[in-house]
T-cell receptor
Framework: GESVGLHLPTLSVQEGDNSIINCAYSNSASDYFIWYKQESGKGPQFIIDIRSNMDKRQGQRVTVLLNKTVKHLSLQIAATQPGDSAVYFCADIGRDNYGQNFVFGPGTRLSVLP | DSGVTQTPKHLITATGQRVTLRCSPRSGDLSVYWYQQSLDQGLQFLIQYYNGEERAKGNILERFSAQQFPDLHSELNLSSLELGDSALYFC????????????FGSGTRLTVV
């Protein structure tokens, strides 16, 4: 069936460096994607989203890139800080008349080294 | 505060027992979703309700059931609990098509001993 997956289960970066977290999706009809951040013991929190008619979207220190040709999504975090340590999930969102149907990737754990 | 309220935050119970987890969605949201997250695992979709009716089912065990009440709060019932049911259980809510937003609660940590 359709799936969303992540290339790297863990990522360690030095504080101040940039981080890149990758995600692959298989549903070519997907038209909306969200990145979530989950800190230990907490629920996932929305970071940034992107629609399929865009290839790049920027937020505060974060950028999401979408490559529809290879069905690849990435999250870039600039100047990574200790507070960025968390698990990051990408989600592929389908829609029907009753709400939204999310498919989550397995997650990538980001560890920020001092 | 995300607007999605889950209670209790922590629950410890013995094998074979039954527990009920409660979720109040964000104001105005009609859809409620339940997810299970085991240690260092991803989010496993269990079930979705929309305005009181079941809309989608994921990997939910027969020992588990859920419902959404007229006031839109939802309960997840877990019975004949096993050690492997220990996990974080998240509820999320969303609005209707065109109103993107998928908000998670802070979860209930269930420990089965």
């Amino acid at each position: 069936g359709e799936s969303v997956g992540l290339h790297l289960p863990t990522l360690s970066v030095q504080e101040g460096d940039n981080s890149i977290i990758n995600c692959a999706y298989s549903n070519s009809a997907s038209d909306y994607f969200i990145w979530y951040k989950q800190e230990s013991g907490k629920g996932p929190q929305f970071i940034i989203d992107i629609r399929s008619n865009m290839d790049k979207r920027q937020g505060q220190r974060v950028t999401v890139l979408l490559n529809k040709t290879v069905k690849h999504l990435s999250l870039q975090i600039a100047a990574t800080q200790p507070g960025d340590s968390a698990v990051y999930f990408c989600a592929d969102i389908g829609r029907d008349n009753y709400g939204q149907n999310f498919v989550f990737g397995p997650g990538t754990r980001l560890s920020v080294l001092p | 505060d995300s607007g999605v309220t889950q209670t209790p935050k922590h629950l410890i119970t013995a094998t074979g027992q039954r527990v009920t987890l409660r979720c109040s969605p964000r104001s105005g949201d009609l859809s409620v979703y339940w997810y299970q997250q085991s240690l260092d695992q991803g989010l496993q979709f269990l079930i979705q309700y929309y305005n009181g009716e079941e809309r989608a089912k994921g990997n939910i065990l027969e020992r588990f059931s859920a419902q959404q009440f007229p006031d839109l709060h939802s309960e997840l019932n877990l019975s004949s609990l096993e050690l492997g049911d220990s996990a974080l259980y998240f509820c999320a809510s969303s609005g209707v098509v065109g109103n993107y937003g998928y908000t998670f609660g802070s979860g209930t940590r269930l420990t089965v001993v």
